[in-house]
């Protein structure tokens, strides 16, 4: 019996180190011998085996992960992509900023430019000068300004900037100085002989080209002194004032009406006559528009620069 169990364990040793060399990577299988039907006794040992039956047996043998022996000098880096904790800012690029061209010349500024007088007085009596005659700005303009006064110019679009005219600076000069600037119609019509449709293009026409101009005014002068009820209605539409001409007639101060009378100066009307319209306006407290058109020229509605100053100077003393 003793030999027995030596011939087992030594048949089982064999065994095990003929399948490790043949399996060494996937497992052992050991065939273990199963003795059947033996009962002998006997202690010497047998060359031939006895019948014996085997069973296989699987035994996985673990594969070894095999971690890579980092080269010096080199990052390993993981094979998986690894999950962000935080978004990633998009930077928005400065553009680059583009220098302005400065302009090669300034624009014109205008000419003859009288000097200003930095505190003006107020006058008493207002100053209008129809229909934009360059004289207006050249000469009536320097004599108001000497004596502290300033005046209201009467423009007709359509004689901007022609001989004899005023130009678009020069309004604007006027403007900026501190005169009014009041809308006479665009052409100068007589407004009682055309077509109600030209009325509203003359009156209209000609407040919108001030405006366009960048003159801000209330105040209309009525071309010829023509004009009736529903022509005064059409004007007084666009218009907190509307002056007319004749007859010479001084306003009740505080007069709640679109309608302003004047008196106003022709070639024959002496410093005198406009003298006592002066005193009689200031006796009744009322308001006074002294009218004129051309300044040192000719014709029947001309005016000296002498005869303005010495109307002026009598104002303001």
Not at 130 to 144: H, M, Q, V
Request: proline share 9%; glycine share 6%; net charge negative.
């Amino acid at each position: 019996m003793k030999y027995n169990v030596l011939f087992v364990i030594l048949a089982l040793l064999l065994c095990a180190t003929a399948v490790a060399a043949q399996k060494p990577t996937y497992g052992h299988f050991v065939y273990l011998p199963m003795v059947v039907g033996s009962s002998n006794t006997t202690l010497r040992p047998t060359l031939v085996a006895p019948t014996a039956t085997y069973t296989e047996i699987f035994v996985p043998i673990p594969t070894p992960s095999m971690t890579p022996t980092p080269t010096p000098g080199t990052a390993i880096l993981p094979t998986s992509t690894p999950t962000l904790l935080m978004p990633i800012e998009t930077l928005t690029p400065i553009p680059t900023p583009t220098s302005t061209a400065m302009p090669t010349s300034m624009p014109p500024s205008p000419t003859n430019t009288p000097t200003q007088t930095p505190q003006p007085i107020s006058c008493p009596v207002q100053f209008d000068f129809d229909d934009g005659y360059e004289s207006t700005y050249t000469l009536a303009f320097p004599i108001l300004n000497r004596h502290g006064c300033t005046g209201t110019a009467n423009i007709v679009p359509s004689f901007v900037g022609k001989s004899g005219f005023m130009t678009r600076d020069q309004i604007l000069t006027l403007y900026h100085a501190g005169w009014a600037i009041g809308s006479h119609s665009m052409t100068h019509p007589y407004l009682t002989k055309i077509t109600s449709e030209r009325v509203e293009y003359e009156v209209g026409g000609s407040l919108a080209w001030l405006n366009g101009l960048g003159v801000e005014t209330n105040y209309f002068a009525v071309p010829y002194n023509s004009y009736n009820n529903n022509i005064m209605a059409v004007i007084c539409s666009y218009y907190d004032r509307a002056r007319i001409s004749w007859p010479n007639e001084i306003n009740q101060a505080g007069a709640d009406t679109c309608i302003r009378k004047s008196v106003f100066t022709i070639s024959s009307t002496t410093v005198e006559e406009l003298e006592a319209w002066v005193d009689q306006a200031i006796e009744i407290e009322g308001e006074l528009i002294l009218g004129f058109h051309r300044i040192d020229e000719s014709g029947v509605y001309n005016w000296s620069s002498g005869q303005l100053e010495e109307i002026v100077e009598y104002i303001t003393k």
